[in-house]
């Protein structure tokens, strides 16, 4: 069984949104509608925003709770390789915002599955708080969306 650092788990979340960032800007040099190129840049650019406060999140935990092990390893595979999405031309915001959910769950999920596993109070009150800050994205999202429909 693989371990890994609290300080692991958060770099792979920031590369995860570093990579939506990615995918969003290729999508967006797609054909695509004029609103769909307005949301699929603003997602980009908050993808960055995010990985950016995660960056300083890191920056300002202490060293005990970045070391912190883990037996757990969390593990989803369809949520790696971004590149493998189709870049197709012509998608709705419906589209978008099926992708996007598929995408904020992803990292929903392996924050919700360390939290559950973690065996420290401070570790796991700190992923129940990025849980919950990535839930509130996801409707932040939706609200965004809706208002470009």
């Given amino acids: 069984m693989a371990y890994n650092k609290t300080k692991d788990i958060i ?3 920031r590369l ?3 990579h939506i960032s990615e995918l969003y800007e290729r999508l967006e040099k797609v054909d695509q509608k004029e609103h769909v190129k307005m949301l699929l840049d603003y997602m980009s650019r908050h993808e960055k925003h995010l ?3 995660l960056e300083e999140y890191e920056e300002e935990m202490s060293e005990k709770i970045l070391d912190t092990w883990y ?3 969390p593990n989803n595979k369809s949520c790696e390789h971004l590149e493998n999405y189709e870049l197709k031309s012509d998608m709705t915001i419906d589209d978008l915002v099926s992708l996007a959910i598929h995408l904020d769950e992803c ?3 392996l924050y919700r599955d360390v939290a559950e596993n973690a065996e420290s109070d401070e570790v796991r009150a700190l992923f129940a708080s990025l ?5 509130h994205e996801e409707i932040q999202l939706m ?5 470009l429909k």
Avoid: M, P, S
């Fill in 107 to 109: 990292l929903v999920k």
């Fill in 143 to 147: 609200k965004n969306a809706l208002y």
């Fill in 131 to 135: 849980l919950k800050k990535e839930e």
């Fill in 16 to 18: 995860f949104h570093q």
């Fill in 11 to 13: 770099d792979r979340a």
């Fill in 71 to 73: 037996k757990y390893t």
């Fill in 51 to 53: 990985a950016e406060c």
